[in-house]
């Protein structure tokens, strides 16, 4: 099993509505870096996810998604009237992937990256280095077992 971090604006894509979503699961679209579209094609079937509010007033970990569908081509680069349409990308030559992701849980209170900065376990995690702003990174079992423990724990997102 691998553990990932995914980020989302909660203006664009947020934990309530993955909660809310038919059966509870997304097409995760849009990526459109490359090594993003790396660790998804390495995703498998039942590897735990960070869900990850990004660009709002308290960015964090607010929730625990797990992936139910191996990588496959991201249809949005298709269509001409997406956002995300990639006129390079065919179907017959995909250039992007994405994965299917299902709602487990949502957490009391937002882990702030404030207070994953502060957590000395956490100071190698991807996500509170300088300039990491990757939408789609690696979690080693050690980062997700703490990310889980201060989650789950009353108090601890730390506002700020």
């Known amino acids: 099993m691998q553990y990932w971090l995914m980020k989302s604006e909660p203006e664009t894509f947020s934990i309530e509505d993955l909660r809310n979503a ?3 699961s997304t097409f995760w679209d849009g990526v459109r870096n490359y090594q993003a579209r790396n660790h998804m094609r390495s995703m498998q079937v039942g590897d735990l996810v960070l869900f990850y509010h990004s660009s ?7 929730g625990l998604a797990e992936v139910v569908s191996e990588a496959h081509p991201d249809k949005t680069a298709f269509d001409p009237k997406s956002p995300y349409y990639d ?3 065919t179907k017959d030559n995909p250039r992007w992937h994405a994965v299917d992701i299902q709602f487990k849980e949502a957490f009391p209170e937002t882990l702030s990256l ?15 280095q300088k300039g990491q702003r990757l939408s789609v990174q690696p979690v080693t079992p050690d980062e997700f077992k703490k990310v889980l423990k201060l989650a789950r724990r009353p108090g601890s997102g730390k506002k700020s």
């Not at 709002?56 to 607010?62: E, L, R, S, T």
């Not at 404030?114 to 509170?128: F, H, I, R």
Request: aromatic share 0%; charged share 20%.
């Open 22 to 24: 038919l059966k509870q």
């Open 56 to 62: 709002c007033k308290v960015p964090g970990v607010v």
């Open 87 to 89: 006129p390079k990308s």
């Open 114 to 128: 404030t207070a994953l900065k502060q957590e000395p376990a956490l100071s190698s995690m991807k996500v509170v």
